[in-house]
Structure formats: structure tokens, C-alpha cells
T-cell receptor
Framework: EPEVTQTPSHQVTQMGQEVILRCVPI?????FYWYRQILGQKVEFLVS????????KSEIFDDQFSVERPDGSNFTLKIRSTKLEDSAMYFC????????????FGEGSRLTVL | GESVGLHLPTLSVQEGDNSIINCAYS??????FIWYKQESGKGPQFIID?????DKRQGQRVTVLLNKTVKHLSLQIAATQPGDSAVYFC??????????FGTGTSLTVIP
């Protein structure tokens, strides 16, 4: 069964460093998302991406964050100048169509900022 | 952002009993309401959704009820099994195709 894959599964970085989290959405999907989940808290929307551009972003998704779809398969989240409070699980998700409530999530990338 | 919240953060049920997980929402403009299950260390997994023009939808062992009058969503799990132990999130999808999640209810099934 097709699935969303994310790498790395866990990344440890020093405060102030840049990290790139990678996602390969399901191949025929059109809408892509990044979510963040701080330990024990809810899943927070960061950004959505459609037709090679950001369709919506949350207040969390400030200039520190950026997304790219550099080729036909990868979807990346870049976090510049990481802060301690960026430590969280980052989930990529995709969906093939909008007439559905179903998002397909990856297993997540755990980011630990020291 | 949107506001989707849950009434209870934890729920414990005996194996074989039915479970009911509740959720309140605030955005009347959502077109889908959804339940996701998240097991420890994994990403959320879709369980069932309901379109905003419906009030009940049934799946395999699960039923979702939508009460638009009081902006309330519930998930009923029949004959709860140990494998149902997880955190359950309600979510809403806006017409702009954005998905917003609630806080989550941790369901523990007691064998």
C-alpha cells in the first residue's frame, strides 16, 4: 500500500542550526501539508502546498520556515536558525483530492534542538 | 486559527464495552469533520469522516455523529478492543482544504 515516507526519523541539532526534513508524498496526491506536534500536545497545522505553491500557512510558519518541492517526488520543510521550542514531531501529510476528510500521514520526523 | 477541542483528555473502558469520544468544534464553515487515531510514536491515521450535511455515518465498528446545532462531534467505537488504545483526535476540514486538529483524547482499553 502506498505510504508517505519521511526522513530522517530523528534529528538532533544545536540551537541556531538549520535543518531540512524530507517527505515523499504518495505519488498521485496533489495536496501536501506539514504539521507539528509538540510532545503530548495536539497536531498543529504549519503549511499546505498545492500546484507548486503555498496555499495556506499558519501563524507558526514564519520566516524561519520554508517549504519546497524540488522535484516531482520530494517535499521538504526547512527550519532556519532552530530554537529550543522547535523541538517536536514534524508530520508530512498528503491527500489526492479535496472532496474527502482523509489525510495520509507519514510516520514523522522527531526534531530535538539542544 | 480554528478551535477544535475535546471534552475529556482521557478515557478508560473495559474490553468489549462501547467507547464514546466527544469533541466540540467552533467553525461552522467546515465541510468535513474527521476522526484520527494516533498510536504511540506514529503519525495520525484516518478512521472516518462525515460531511457537514450529514448527521451520522457508520464504518466498521465505528460511528460518527455530528450535531451541528450544538457543534458537537462524537466517535463511537463498538466492542472496544485492546488495539483501540490510542489517542483520538477530531479534526475539521475547511472549504479551503485546511485541516485543523483538536487536543486529543487518550483511550485506554482495560483487558
Amino acid at each position: 500500500e502506498p505510504e508517505v515516507t519521511q526522513t530522517p526519523s530523528h534529528q538532533v541539532t544545536q540551537m541556531g542550526q538549520e535543518v531540512i526534513l524530507r517527505c515523499v508524498p504518495i505519488s498521485n496526491h496533489l495536496y501536501f501539508y506539514w504539521y507539528r506536534q509538540i510532545l503530548g500536545q495536539k497536531v498543529e497545522f504549519l503549511v499546505s502546498f498545492y500546484n507548486n505553491e503555498i496555499s495556506e500557512k499558519s501563524e507558526i510558519f514564519d520566516d524561519q520556515f520554508s517549504v519546497e518541492r524540488p522535484d516531482g517526488s520530494n517535499f521538504t520543510l526547512k527550519i532556519r536558525s532552530t530554537k529550543l521550542e522547535d523541538s517536536a514531531m514534524y508530520f508530512c501529510a498528503s491527500t489526492p483530492r479535496i472532496m474527502s476528510g482523509e489525510l495520509f500521514f507519514g510516520e514523522g520526523s522527531r526534531l530535538t534542538v539542544l | 486559527g480554528e478551535s477544535v477541542g475535546l471534552h475529556l483528555p482521557t478515557l478508560s473502558v473495559q474490553e468489549g464495552d462501547n467507547s464514546i469520544i466527544n469533541c466540540a468544534y467552533s467553525n461552522s464553515a467546515s465541510d468535513y469533520f474527521i476522526w484520527y487515531k494516533q498510536e504511540s510514536g506514529k503519525g495520525p491515521q484516518f478512521i472516518i469522516d462525515i460531511r457537514s450535511n450529514m448527521d451520522k455515518r457508520q464504518g466498521q465498528r465505528v460511528t460518527v455523529l455530528l450535531n451541528k446545532t450544538v457543534k458537537h462531534l462524537s466517535l463511537q467505537i463498538a466492542a472496544t478492543q485492546p488495539g483501540d488504545s490510542a489517542v483520538y483526535f477530531c479534526a475539521e476540514k475547511t472549504f479551503g482544504n485546511q485541516f485543523y486538529f483538536g487536543t486529543g483524547t487518550s483511550l485506554t482499553v482495560i483487558p
